[in-house]
């Protein structure tokens, strides 16, 4: 199994250097690092800029993750590819992280936000809420999709609906966080 990790930041070195220190970067086949510096391009230039390289890789997934994630054990990535095989429905299955966001933290969980949008599976749940860009494995013939031009995960969520594509995310819907998102700076605008 050929699996690339794909660290996507914001030239944040500090926050890269904690993501790489807590990852075990021997089970991938390569490491792509893209940061978008001045000038900024933009998340949906940067993912098709490595999508683009990707695509020239021999790879059955990549392991996506936004330098400003940690992770207190190794990602199940065997685990994870297992249930994507099983299951090629899914266009990914993400890693549950922690509650970040001032509404995530009063529901204690962004998975309590939308309950009712979360079927539990055996070792996984499965929605058509969204995909995310938050830690996840996804096949490789995903990025064969190609990210939208505007619109974001949003965008790229609709894309894959009407193709018929769901999302997964790895465990139990009890579980505990298996990444940490340690980013604080955002760019002027942000919201949630």
């Not at 969204?130 to 490789?140: E, Q, R, S, V």
């Not at 995903?142 to 974001?152: T, V």
Request: with cysteine; net charge negative; proline share 6%.
């Amino acid at each position: 199994m050929r699996i690339a990790l794909l660290i996507m930041g914001t030239a944040r070195s500090d926050y890269a250097r904690r993501c790489m220190a807590s990852l075990d970067d021997s089970q991938f086949c390569g490491v792509l690092h893209h940061d978008d510096v001045e000038p900024r391009q933009g998340l949906a230039a940067s993912v098709q800029l490595c999508w683009d390289e990707l695509r020239s890789w021999d790879l059955d997934y990549v392991f996506h993750v936004e330098e400003d994630f940690v992770f207190p054990d190794p990602p199940p990535i065997d685990d994870m590819a297992a249930i994507l095989a099983a299951n090629p429905e899914l266009a990914q299955v993400a890693l549950y992280r922690q509650p970040w966001s001032p509404e995530e933290i009063a529901a204690d969980g962004y998975l309590n936000l939308h309950s009712d949008q979360y079927e539990q599976r055996e070792g996984y749940l499965v929605t058509d809420r969204l995909f995310t860009l938050n830690p996840c494995l996804y096949p490789a013939w995903l990025m064969d999709i190609g990210w939208p031009d505007r619109g974001g995960e949003a965008e790229f969520t609709a894309i894959c609906r009407e193709k018929g594509l769901r999302f997964g995310l790895y465990g139990q819907r009890t579980d505990s966080a298996r990444c940490i998102h340690i980013g604080a700076r955002r760019s002027a605008g942000w919201t949630l």
